[in-house]
Structure formats: structure tokens, C-alpha cells
């Protein structure tokens, strides 16, 4: 829109690609221009704002009902609306929130990272945004009539149309529909994108780690959502057209869709996390001013972390009917995913060492993002150990080790990118008070919702159940929780406040506020549609580093100095 | 000077090392010396009502102690570095890019943690999954009744065991006292929602479910086992003989519907005596009903045909 130019100097004989426009379109303004965009920043900011709208919607499904939990026996919500609600809940966080705010926060970075000026199929890419959104209408349009009441899970022969026979299913089956195209049509982009746009020089070894981790979320999601999608049309043709895929009665088998389903869910949890994983990599030593510590090895874990999730997914299932062989070889496959995975916060607490920590708001969410996950990790050793799973699966045990996984784990990140990146996007700086603030009621709400979850799943509730009986400390134990989610609310609030406010009146950030490390901060904030004049060429993983040294070294006298380079020797400590 | 700064700084970061980590195991065994009573049912499985969850729960206990060091070690250095490394005027972050020695050594060091714990189970998992003889204040078990038979389900050693069929169905459990749950005679004797069984004494239970998935759990007597329609699953307690009189609570564990808050279990030990009169008395009741409406059929029958 922007190349209107028609003349070429012509000082040189060699070919030069030229533009020729033969027409100039004016450029759409209000909300037309949003609707007709291919940008990959603008359907970036769509994303986001889009799916923090289903963040405080999933939230609100969330408080609900830990209001009926607080009391013992409690009459708030009938049991019909108790399971609408974990249902709406559980699908709303994973398929409209985690799973899609990473593909915005893509969308936006991984072109900017790279060097590129947009993704490589911008009109699919603006597809995707707009099935995301289909996906989301039909799924909550269902509100209006009977929304699903089987559990994000939605095993048969519950989900059959014997047992639940209104529409909240199949509103649920084309939710993962249309949601899945999406993700997959972005996924392909994403790889197309990220494997032939990169800036020259940046080999795969100087791709930055979020970039990584976009790319293995990309290609789990290609290899995981043909899988559901074709469970959940055989659930559909189950529900309407006669089939009996999950029908025992006629010769089907519900442990089928156990296994369909789980062998997309459990790399659903990697395809959440990772990109979480894949922010704290690039934010940690932005404010550590320390390299990351171990680049290659903080890929490669991403990498096989993937592989193996890929080869778990029967440890959701340790307590169906199944040989000691198999609940075997899915313990030792989920034991050796803790590896990569520890090598990883190994590595981010390495990067801490010896750095000079700035605790900025970003910094605390990903230091919290640590500590936190690191509980998840740890619970998640004993529910792959599976004798012990038997005491602690389908309990709040579980509901506790997945909040503390994709809540403390993913969201941290999440919360961590939008401070971090909020600058670049809008060009202003977010308050680092409110910021603070929102970090600290979020940690403390969180441990205290979630870490008693554990103890009541140890002393016998299962999940999913509206209502229980006070015995032991159980009222005890979900009153806390209650306490706490309503604190956990509170710092999602703050944040939602301090990112309207900043809108207007944060102080301007110009490009570069963090003195960052990657691409993205070479350009203006908010960036040009272009994005970039001139692409720099890449020689490192840190180029935005080289390239203030390389300033500092050619107006050198001028302000101070930067400290010499060390020699490679040296560095390699 | 330099030099001997850090030094300094390396034996009093070891020393404090080395008090921390004594103070972690002083702590740590306090805690499992606790932890049977005080903690069962806070930060332990429940257990006490079968060798399986008494199992179930020592696993768990030495998976906690690896868990609680690993989580305080890590957290730890989390902090410190948080606290020793921030910003300072004057201080400059060492530009280290990593260390291949210190990164294979972790990586190792977190696939040996893996192996111990694979080791416990393996060493713990025979006592879980295989069913032991009954005891000698169970009920004798005659050969050729009530036992169960046939792979692929574990059995005791002797062969021996008390079968039960666990069925659940929306919104309750109906038990069978019968030893072929897929070939029981019609007039087998049944109870809903509570299952009585003799103390000290192996009951094998075979699980499946009418309608929907269900999961069959009490706490006290070991793990979950999936009730899945079409598919017959297994387990087994043996509750020791001073529980008689006791009553085990349980619920369903698998989102099984609308009511599934409501789909309560109980088992209820009671001496193999006491068990035998039960069963008889059901067998009785079971009986007489039958007759009462084999009567009442014939009665309308007559009636219907003047």
C-alpha cells in the first residue's frame, strides 16, 4: 500500500526488482480496516485482545464456581450449571485463551524477530483470526440454548446423544472444528513463515528462543489436531448419523476416544506451555543483562520435549483397563520428559547467575513462572509414577498440578510477554506500579488457591463434583481456595486496568525501552506496517546487542563506552 | 585479594550449604515420622484399610522426600540468585554464554533422580498390583466356590480370592457376590450402594460400568479403577482384621453426569461370620421377594385369563 513509487534510478545495468503500482489504494480507516487487515501485527492485537476477552470470561466461569465450592452442601448453582460451567471453563481457557493468545503473541513477534515484513500467507493468517472468532460464537452461542456439560474432555458414551442429547455437544465438537482449522492454518504459517523469512545470517543456531518454541508449537499442532479433529467428527456422525465408533452396546469402544483424544491433549499441554516457555527464554536475560545460558540446549530440550510428548499421552489413563506393560513404558516415557524439562529451568536459573537482575514487572512473572511450574513439574513426577496416580488421578490433586502447570506455568509467561511486550506494541510503557501490584496479588492468590488443592484431593474429593459432604477438612481446604481465587481475580484486574491505562497515559517507551537483545526492538514502537527499511544483517543471537555495540563503537567518546567485548575463550566459561 | 574473596565467599556458601541440607533432612524426617497419622489425608494418600494403599501411600512418602529436596535445592538457588545478582551500582553481569560440563552434569544428575524413583516403584509395585493370600481370620475359601478364575485378572497365589462384581451405572454402584461376573446366576446375591465384605480375607473385584464411565474408588483400600462399559477392569483389597465393624466411604471418580457428586460407595468389613449371615440373609430376602412377585405374577395371570 505504502510502495507507490514508479521511477527507478536506473544508475546501475543489473536487473532491479522493481514495484510498479498502477493504482493507489487509500487506506482504510475505523473499523473496516480491522476487518479487512492481513497485517500480522494488527491481526496480532486482535488476537490478543480477543482471547483476553475469553480469559475473563473462562475467569468468570472459574469464581463462580468456587463460590459454590466455599460451602459444604452449598445450593448456589444446581448440579446442570455446575457442569456447563467446568465445561465452558475448561474449553474456554485452553481453546480460546492458551492455545490462541500464543498465536497472537506469534503473530505479532515472530516476524519482527526474524526480520520479516509479515507472515508468509498474510490472507490465511487473517483467516485463521476470523475462525478463531467463529469458534468462539458458536461455542458461546450455545449459552443462549444448552451449553456442554461433559468436561473439556468429553468422553463417550457421556458425550453420546443417549446421555446428552441437546446441542452443548455439538456445539462443543464445532468449536474444536473451527478453532483446530484455525490453529492449523496458522501453524502452517507459522512454519512456512519462521523456515523461509528469516533475516540474512540468522541461521537456525541464531533464531531467537521464542521463535523456537512458535516453531515446535507449530508443528505439534500439526501433528495433534488431525487427531481430534477426526475423533470429534466421529463423535458428531456417533451423536446424529448412526455410527457406533464409541458405542459398546454395538461393537464400539469408548477407550478408543480416550486414546484419539489424548493423543492430541497431551501435546495440547506442550503446545500451551512451550511458547510460555519460549517468553521467559527471551525475557530472562534481557533483565538478568546476562546472554541466555545454554542457547543450544534450551532449543534442543524445546525440540525433545515435543518428541516425547508425542509418546505419553496414555498417562491420562492409568486407571482405564490396561496390561502392566503399557502403564509402564507411560511412566518411564513421562519420567524422561522431567529431563529436558529440568534441564530448562536449570538453565533460566543459570541465567540469573551472576547477571545484574532488574525487577522489572516482566522479570517478577517469569521469575514467578519458575517457581511456580517448577511445583507443577514436581507433582507431575508423581502423578506419571502410576500406582500413585491411581490414588491422585481425577482428584483435585490433578486440578491442582494443571492449574499449576498452565496457570503458573503458561499465564505467568503470558503475563510476563505482555508486559515485556506492550511497549513495542502500543509504544508506551505500562505502570511498573500497577504492574507490581498485579504480580503479587496474582502469586499470592494463586499459591493459595491452588496449593491446598493438593491436600484436597489427598483427603478423597474427586474433581468435577458440585457439591460435597464436610468431612475432614474438605470445607476448610475450599474455602481457602475460594479466598484465594478471588485474590487471583484481583491482580488479573489490576493488569487489565494498568494496560487501559497505559494506553493514553503510559510515558512513551521509544524503541527500544529494555535495551533488548532481539530484532523486534530495531524498529519503531509501535512498528511501521513494513516493519523494517533496512534488515540488518544477523551475526549472533543477541543482534540488537551487537548492534548497540557496534553504534557505541563508531561514536566512540560520545556517552560511555560499553565494556569490551571479552574474547571467546573467555566467555565460554 | 580477589581470590581470596571468593574462596571466602565458597567456604561460607558450603557451609551454608551443608546446614541447609542437614536442616532439609532433620525437617524431612520429621515430617515422615508425622506423616502417617497426622498428615494422611493433607499431604499424603489416605491408607490403612488395605496393603495395596498402604503401599500406594510409603511410594508416594519416598517420592516426596526426593520431591521436597529437589523443590527446596532449586527454589533456593532461585532466590539466592535472585537476591545475590540484582542490580547494584557499579556491578557488571558476567557475559557467560554456559558451561557443557555443568549442563551435562545436570542433565544426568536429573535422569539418575528418575532412575531411583523407577526403582521404587519397581521394588513397590509387585505389593500393589498382585494380590496377596487371605489371612487366617478370613473366610475359608472352599475350592470351586466363590473364587475366581482365569487370566488376565492378578489372582492371589493360592488361587483364592472372594470375587465381587463392581457395576456402576448413573447414579449408584450395584454389587454382585458372585465369582464369574459375566456368567453370574440370576439369583446371586446383590447389594447397592454399600458392599459388605468379610476382614482379612482377598476380594477381587471386577469392574465395569452399564451406561456411562464411572470410576471406582475408596481411598483407604487403593486406587481408582475405571469403570468403562464394554471393558471389565480389576482390583483387589484385603482389609485387616481389626477393621471389623468399620465402614470405608468412597465416591465416584469419573464424571459420570448431572448426579455424578452424589454416586457414594461404602464398604463395610465385618468378620467372616457375620459375613456368611449376611450373605444368607440376603440370599433369603432375595428369595422371598422373587417368590412374592412370582406369586403376585401368577395371581395376575389368572385373573387376566377367566
Request: charged residues 15%; contains cysteine; proline residues 6%.
Given at each position: 500500500?505504502?510502495?507507490?513509487?514508479?521511477?527507478?534510478?536506473?544508475?546501475?545495468t543489473?536487473?532491479?526488482?522493481?514495484?510498479?503500482?498502477?493504482?493507489?489504494?487509500?487506506?482504510?480507516?475505523?473499523?473496516?480496516?480491522?476487518?479487512?487487515?492481513t497485517?500480522?501485527?494488527r491481526?496480532?492485537?486482535?488476537?490478543?485482545?480477543?482471547?483476553?476477552?475469553f480469559?475473563?470470561?473462562?475467569?468468570?466461569?472459574?469464581?463462580?464456581?468456587?463460590?459454590?465450592?466455599?460451602?459444604a452442601?452449598?445450593?448456589?448453582?444446581?448440579?446442570?450449571?455446575?457442569?456447563?460451567?467446568f465445561?465452558?471453563?475448561?474449553?474456554?481457557?485452553?481453546?480460546?485463551?492458551?492455545?490462541?493468545?500464543?498465536?497472537?503473541?506469534?503473530?505479532?513477534?515472530?516476524?519482527?524477530?526474524?526480520?520479516?515484513?509479515?507472515?508468509?500467507?498474510?490472507?490465511?493468517?487473517?483467516?485463521?483470526?476470523?475462525?478463531?472468532?467463529?469458534?468462539?460464537?458458536?461455542?458461546?452461542?450455545?449459552?443462549?440454548?444448552?451449553?456442554?456439560?461433559?468436561?473439556?474432555?468429553?468422553?463417550?458414551?457421556?458425550?453420546?446423544?443417549?446421555?446428552?442429547?441437546?446441542?452443548?455437544v455439538?456445539?462443543?465438537?464445532?468449536?474444536?472444528?473451527?478453532?483446530?482449522?484455525?490453529?492449523?492454518?496458522?501453524?502452517?504459517?507459522?512454519?512456512?513463515?519462521?523456515?523461509?523469512?528469516?533475516?540474512?545470517?540468522?541461521?537456525?543456531?541464531?533464531?531467537?528462543?521464542?521463535?523456537?518454541?512458535?516453531?515446535?508449537?507449530?508443528?505439534?499442532?500439526?501433528?495433534?489436531?488431525?487427531?481430534?479433529?477426526?475423533?470429534?467428527?466421529?463423535?458428531l456422525?456417533?451423536?446424529?448419523?448412526?455410527?457406533?465408533?464409541?458405542?459398546?452396546?454395538?461393537?464400539?469402544?469408548?477407550?478408543?476416544?480416550?486414546?484419539?483424544?489424548?493423543?492430541?491433549?497431551?501435546?495440547?499441554?506442550?503446545?500451551m506451555?512451550?511458547?510460555g516457555?519460549?517468553?521467559?527464554?527471551?525475557?530472562?536475560?534481557?533483565?538478568?543483562?546476562?546472554?541466555?545460558?545454554?542457547?543450544?540446549?534450551?532449543?534442543?530440550?524445546?525440540?525433545?520435549?515435543?518428541?516425547?510428548?508425542?509418546?505419553?499421552?496414555?498417562?491420562?489413563?492409568?486407571?482405564?483397563?490396561?496390561?502392566?506393560?503399557?502403564?509402564?513404558?507411560?511412566?518411564?516415557?513421562?519420567?524422561l520428559?522431567?529431563?529436558?524439562?529440568?534441564?530448562?529451568?536449570?538453565?533460566?536459573?543459570?541465567?540469573?547467575?551472576?547477571?545484574?537482575?532488574?525487577?522489572?514487572?516482566?522479570?517478577?512473572?517469569?521469575?514467578?513462572?519458575?517457581?511456580t511450574?517448577?511445583?507443577?513439574?514436581?507433582?507431575?513426577?508423581?502423578?506419571?509414577?502410576?500406582?500413585?496416580?491411581?490414588?491422585?488421578?481425577?482428584?483435585?490433586?490433578?486440578?491442582?498440578?494443571?492449574?499449576?502447570?498452565?496457570?503458573?506455568?503458561?499465564?505467568?509467561?503470558?503475563?510476563?510477554?505482555?508486559?515485556?511486550?506492550?511497549?513495542?506494541?502500543?509504544?508506551?510503557?505500562?505502570?511498573?506500579?500497577?504492574?507490581?501490584?498485579?504480580?503479587?496479588?496474582?502469586?499470592?492468590?494463586?499459591?493459595?488457591?491452588?496449593?491446598?488443592?493438593?491436600?484436597?484431593?489427598?483427603?478423597?474429593?474427586?474433581?468435577?463434583?458440585?457439591?460435597?459432604?464436610?468431612?475432614?477438612?474438605?470445607?476448610?481446604?475450599n474455602?481457602i481456595?475460594?479466598?484465594?481465587?478471588?485474590?487471583?481475580a484481583?491482580?488479573?484486574?489490576?493488569?487489565?486496568?494498568?494496560?487501559?491505562?497505559?494506553?493514553?497515559?503510559?510515558?512513551?517507551?521509544?524503541?527500544?525501552?529494555?535495551?533488548?537483545?532481539?530484532?523486534?526492538?530495531?524498529?519503531?514502537?509501535?512498528p511501521?506496517?513494513?516493519?523494517?527499511?533496512?534488515?540488518?544483517?544477523?551475526?549472533?543471537?543477541?543482534?540488537?546487542?551487537?548492534?548497540?555495540?557496534?553504534?557505541?563503537?563508531?561514536?566512540?567518546?560520545?556517552?560511555?563506552?560499553?565494556?569490551?567485548?571479552?574474547?571467546?575463550?573467555?566467555?565460554?566459561? | 585479594?580477589?581470590?581470596?574473596?571468593?574462596?571466602?565467599?565458597?567456604?561460607?556458601?558450603?557451609s551454608?550449604?551443608?546446614?541447609?541440607?542437614?536442616?532439609?533432612?532433620?525437617?524431612?524426617?520429621?515430617?515422615?515420622?508425622?506423616?502417617?497419622?497426622?498428615?494422611?489425608?493433607?499431604?499424603?494418600?489416605?491408607?490403612?484399610?488395605?496393603?495395596?494403599?498402604?503401599?500406594?501411600?510409603?511410594?508416594?512418602?519416598?517420592?516426596?522426600v526426593?520431591?521436597?529436596?529437589?523443590?527446596?535445592?532449586v527454589?533456593g538457588?532461585l532466590?539466592?540468585?535472585?537476591?545475590k545478582f540484582?542490580?547494584?551500582?557499579?556491578?557488571?553481569?558476567?557475559?557467560?554464554?554456559?558451561?557443557?560440563?555443568?549442563?551435562?552434569?545436570?542433565?544426568?544428575?536429573?535422569?539418575?533422580?528418575l532412575?531411583?524413583?523407577?526403582?521404587?516403584?519397581?521394588?513397590?509395585?509387585?505389593?500393589?498390583?498382585?494380590?496377596?493370600?487371605?489371612?487366617?481370620?478370613?473366610?475359608?475359601?472352599?475350592?470351586g466356590?466363590?473364587?475366581?478364575?482365569?487370566?488376565?485378572?492378578?489372582?492371589?497365589?493360592?488361587?483364592?480370592?472372594?470375587?465381587?462384581?463392581?457395576?456402576?451405572?448413573?447414579?449408584?454402584?450395584?454389587?454382585?457376590?458372585?465369582?464369574?461376573?459375566?456368567?453370574?446366576p440370576?439369583?446371586?446375591?446383590?447389594?447397592?450402594q454399600?458392599?459388605?465384605?468379610?476382614?482379612?480375607?482377598?476380594?477381587?473385584l471386577?469392574?465395569?460400568?452399564?451406561?456411562?464411565?464411572?470410576?471406582?474408588?475408596?481411598?483407604?483400600?487403593?486406587?481408582?479403577?475405571?469403570?468403562?462399559?464394554?471393558?471389565?477392569?480389576?482390583?483387589?483389597?484385603?482389609?485387616?482384621?481389626?477393621?471389623?465393624?468399620?465402614?470405608?466411604?468412597?465416591?465416584?471418580?469419573?464424571?459420570?453426569?448431572?448426579?455424578?457428586?452424589?454416586?457414594?460407595?461404602?464398604?463395610?468389613?465385618?468378620?467372616?461370620?457375620?459375613?456368611?449371615?449376611?450373605?444368607?440373609?440376603?440370599?433369603?430376602?432375595?428369595?422371598?421377594?422373587?417368590?412374592?412377585?412370582?406369586?403376585?405374577?401368577?395371581?395376575?395371570?389368572?385373573q387376566?385369563?377367566?
Open positions: 500500500m505504502a510502495a507507490t513509487t514508479t521511477e527507478v534510478t536506473t544508475t546501475t543489473a536487473p532491479v526488482p522493481q514495484i510498479v503500482a498502477r493504482r493507489v489504494e487509500p487506506e482504510r480507516k475505523g473499523w473496516t480496516s480491522w476487518v479487512t487487515t497485517d500480522h501485527k491481526i496480532g492485537i486482535m488476537y490478543l485482545v480477543l482471547t483476553f476477552v480469559f475473563i470470561l473462562g475467569g468468570t466461569e472459574a469464581l463462580l464456581m468456587r463460590l459454590q465450592l466455599s460451602q452442601d452449598n445450593t448456589l448453582l444446581d448440579p446442570k450449571t455446575y457442569n456447563e460451567l465445561t465452558m471453563h475448561g474449553t474456554t481457557m485452553i481453546f480460546l485463551f492458551v492455545v490462541p493468545i500464543m498465536a497472537g503473541f506469534g503473530n505479532y513477534f515472530v516476524p519482527l524477530m526474524i526480520g520479516a515484513r509479515d507472515m508468509a500467507y498474510p490472507k490465511l493468517n487473517a483467516l485463521s483470526f476470523w475462525l478463531l472468532v467463529a469458534g468462539g460464537l458458536v461455542f458461546y452461542g450455545s449459552v443462549f440454548f444448552n451449553p456442554p456439560e461433559c468436561g473439556w474432555t468429553c468422553y463417550p458414551t457421556l458425550s453420546e446423544a443417549q446421555y446428552l442429547p441437546n446441542g452443548g455439538d456445539a462443543w465438537i464445532f468449536l474444536i472444528h473451527l478453532t483446530g482449522l484455525s490453529s492449523l492454518v496458522g501453524a502452517i504459517n507459522f512454519y512456512a513463515t519462521i523456515a523461509n523469512m528469516r533475516a540474512p545470517g540468522m541461521g537456525w543456531g541464531r533464531l531467537p528462543l521464542f521463535v523456537w518454541a512458535i516453531l515446535v508449537y507449530s508443528i505439534l499442532l500439526i501433528l495433534a489436531l488431525p487427531v481430534i479433529a477426526g475423533a470429534v467428527t466421529m463423535l456422525t456417533d451423536r446424529h448419523f448412526g455410527t457406533h465408533f464409541f458405542d459398546p452396546s454395538n461393537g464400539g469402544s469408548p477407550l478408543l476416544w480416550q486414546h484419539l483424544f489424548w493423543f492430541f491433549g497431551h501435546p495440547e499441554v506442550y503446545i506451555v512451550l511458547p516457555f519460549g517468553i521467559i527464554s527471551e525475557v530472562l536475560p534481557v533483565f538478568a543483562r546476562k546472554p541466555i545460558f545454554g542457547y543450544k540446549a534450551i532449543a534442543a530440550s524445546t525440540v525433545l520435549i515435543a518428541f516425547l510428548g508425542l509418546l505419553v499421552w496414555a498417562h491420562h489413563m492409568f486407571a482405564t483397563p490396561s496390561p502392566t506393560f503399557v502403564l509402564i513404558f507411560f511412566m518411564l516415557g513421562s519420567f520428559i522431567a529431563v529436558p524439562t529440568g534441564v530448562k529451568i536449570f538453565n533460566w536459573v543459570a541465567t540469573l547467575w551472576r547477571g545484574t537482575v532488574e525487577f522489572k514487572t516482566a522479570l517478577l512473572f517469569c521469575v514467578g513462572f519458575i517457581g511450574f517448577l511445583i507443577g513439574g514436581i507433582t507431575g513426577v508423581f502423578l506419571a509414577v502410576f500406582p500413585v496416580d491411581w490414588q491422585l488421578t481425577d482428584t483435585y490433586f490433578v486440578v491442582a498440578h494443571l492449574h499449576y502447570v498452565l496457570m503458573g506455568g503458561a499465564v505467568f509467561g503470558v503475563f510476563a510477554g505482555i508486559y515485556y511486550w506492550f511497549p513495542k506494541i502500543t509504544g508506551r510503557l505500562m505502570s511498573e506500579g500497577l504492574g507490581k501490584l498485579s504480580f503479587w496479588l496474582m502469586l499470592v492468590g494463586f499459591q493459595v488457591t491452588f496449593l491446598i488443592q493438593h491436600s484436597m484431593g489427598l483427603d478423597g474429593m474427586p474433581r468435577r463434583i458440585y457439591e460435597y459432604a464436610d468431612v475432614g477438612h474438605l470445607e476448610l481446604y474455602m481456595s475460594t479466598i484465594g481465587s478471588f485474590i487471583l484481583a491482580g488479573v484486574l489490576v493488569t487489565a486496568i494498568n494496560v487501559l491505562r497505559s494506553l493514553k497515559h503510559g510515558p512513551v517507551a521509544g524503541p527500544d525501552p529494555w535495551k533488548a537483545n532481539t530484532l523486534e526492538w530495531f524498529t519503531t514502537s509501535p511501521p506496517v513494513n516493519n523494517f527499511d533496512v534488515v540488518p544483517r544477523i551475526r549472533s543471537v543477541e543482534p540488537m546487542k551487537d548492534i548497540r555495540r557496534q553504534i557505541a563503537r563508531q561514536t566512540a567518546g560520545a556517552g560511555e563506552a560499553p565494556p569490551a567485548p571479552a574474547p571467546e575463550s573467555a566467555v565460554r566459561a | 585479594m580477589n581470590r581470596i574473596g571468593r574462596a571466602l565467599a565458597r567456604t561460607q556458601a558450603t551454608l550449604a551443608r546446614r541447609l541440607a542437614l536442616a532439609v533432612l532433620v525437617a524431612l524426617a520429621a515430617l515422615l515420622a508425622f506423616a502417617g497419622s497426622a498428615f494422611a489425608g493433607a499431604i499424603v494418600p489416605e491408607s490403612g484399610g488395605s496393603p495395596n494403599a498402604d503401599h500406594i501411600a510409603t511410594l508416594y512418602k519416598l517420592i516426596l526426593v520431591a521436597v529436596v529437589i523443590f527446596i535445592g527454589e538457588c532466590i539466592y540468585s535472585l537476591f540484582r542490580a547494584r551500582k557499579g556491578a557488571v553481569a558476567a557475559q557467560i554464554r554456559g558451561n557443557t560440563r555443568l549442563e551435562v552434569g545436570w542433565t544426568v544428575g536429573a535422569a539418575l533422580i532412575v531411583v524413583l523407577a526403582v521404587f516403584t519397581f521394588a513397590l509395585l509387585p505389593s500393589i498390583r498382585n494380590p496377596p493370600n487371605s489371612g487366617p481370620a478370613g473366610l475359608q475359601l472352599a475350592t466356590t466363590l473364587v475366581a478364575s482365569g487370566p488376565p485378572k492378578k489372582l492371589p497365589p493360592n488361587g483364592k480370592s472372594l470375587n465381587i462384581c463392581v457395576n456402576g451405572q448413573q447414579y449408584i454402584w450395584r454389587f454382585t457376590y458372585a465369582a464369574d461376573c459375566s456368567n453370574a440370576l439369583n446371586s446375591p446383590f447389594s447397592y454399600q458392599m459388605v465384605v468379610p476382614v482379612d480375607t482377598t476380594v477381587t471386577d469392574i465395569n460400568a452399564q451406561d456411562v464411565a464411572h470410576s471406582w474408588w475408596i481411598p483407604k483400600l487403593g486406587g481408582k479403577f475405571d469403570a468403562i462399559p464394554g471393558y471389565t477392569n480389576h482390583t483387589w483389597f484385603k482389609i485387616p482384621a481389626k477393621y471389623a465393624g468399620t465402614i470405608f466411604t468412597g465416591q465416584c471418580a469419573e464424571l459420570c453426569g448431572r448426579n455424578h457428586a452424589n454416586m457414594t460407595a461404602q464398604v463395610r468389613a465385618v468378620t467372616p461370620a457375620e459375613y456368611e449371615r449376611w450373605l444368607d440373609q440376603r440370599k433369603q430376602d432375595i428369595k422371598a421377594a422373587d417368590d412374592a412377585a412370582a406369586k403376585e405374577r401368577s395371581q395376575l395371570q389368572q387376566q385369563t377367566p
